[in-house]
């Protein structure tokens, strides 16, 4: 079913019609009360039905709204332009809103690429581009856009990991969510197509781990910022005493051979890596 523009005509052209029935019903009337005519009975029915039909060609759009027309189970057409129109009498009509519409999907528990359970939400926004899609392509397109969404987030939700401890991914959910959310939204378009409706945007609103293994989860977090915070304090210590033995070296303050020189190494990496206060020891030398 494609979207086709209904004929309609100003609001105001069905005003002046309506009106001039009105006052035909009002001569045939008259003109049966003073003559008992046959004649201006007849023609008094059929004006009385003719205006009767004319008053439901009348419509009114309201602006980002739509209304579908169809006359005894058959599809006329669509009226956008928002306005005061006169159509087709006998129509019936149903209101499509085009204005953009917020989703928020439920918290779905899936697996992720590594087969972890986690919690996953998103925001989808959407509207109708095609009202003749969304009346008679689905059953009902709101409750069409809420199911496919969460079925393409449970699609997308396992196709990546939630988390790249190892850089073996490219892109994971928590890290890269713009990327997430593109190809999120491309995926309902596909879905959604069928429908009328058009992808705005989709985005990940909530991303957590399951319950039962959020604290196990939390724990490896913590032990890789720990890893990465120690190999900056190592990488730091060890620029710090390469530097130190340099200067002493070119300024020949102190001669050091090999076995000294790994003992002030020594010293310098616990003294800077330890996370503990160390207590100086100063060589005075040999006391006899």
Request: glycine share 6%; charged share 20%.
């Amino acid at each position: 079913m494609k979207e086709k523009e209904m004929a309609k005509w100003n609001g105001f052209v069905g005003l002046f019609i309506v009106l001039v029935l009105i006052v035909g019903l009002v001569f045939s009337v008259r003109a049966f009360v003073t003559s008992a005519s046959a004649l201006s009975f007849v023609a008094g029915v059929i004006l009385l039905l003719l205006l009767l039909v004319s008053l439901t060609g009348f419509t009114i759009i309201q602006p980002n709204q739509s209304k579908v027309f169809t006359l005894f189970g058959n599809y006329l057409g669509v009226i956008k332009k928002e306005g005061f129109w006169y159509t087709v009498p006998f129509t019936s009509r149903r209101n499509v809103s085009l204005r953009v519409i917020n989703f928020n999907s439920d918290r779905l528990k899936v697996n992720d690429l590594e087969g972890n359970p986690i919690e996953i939400a998103a925001v989808v926004v959407y509207k109708v581009f095609d009202s003749a899609k969304a009346v008679f392509d689905v059953e009902d397109y709101k409750e069409f856009v809420h199911t496919q969404s969460e079925t393409g987030l449970r699609h997308i939700a396992s196709q990546y990991p939630y988390d790249n401890f190892n850089n073996d991914y490219e892109i994971s959910l928590r890290q890269h969510s713009d990327e997430v959310g593109d190809v999120l939204t491309k995926d309902l378009q596909g879905r959604l197509q069928v429908a009328g409706v058009e992808i705005i945007e989709a985005r990940i609103m909530h991303l957590a781990y399951s319950s039962e293994i959020a604290h196990s989860m939390l724990q490896r977090q913590q032990a890789r910022a720990v890893l990465a915070a120690r190999k900056v304090i190592v990488d730091g210590a060890v620029s710090m005493v390469k530097s130190a033995i340099e200067q002493l070296s070119h300024e020949q303050i102190v001669e050091l051979d090999e076995e000294k020189k790994a003992q002030m190494v020594n010293n310098l990496m616990v003294a800077l890596v330890s996370e503990k206060g160390n207590q100086p020891i100063i060589n005075t030398g040999t006391i006899y």
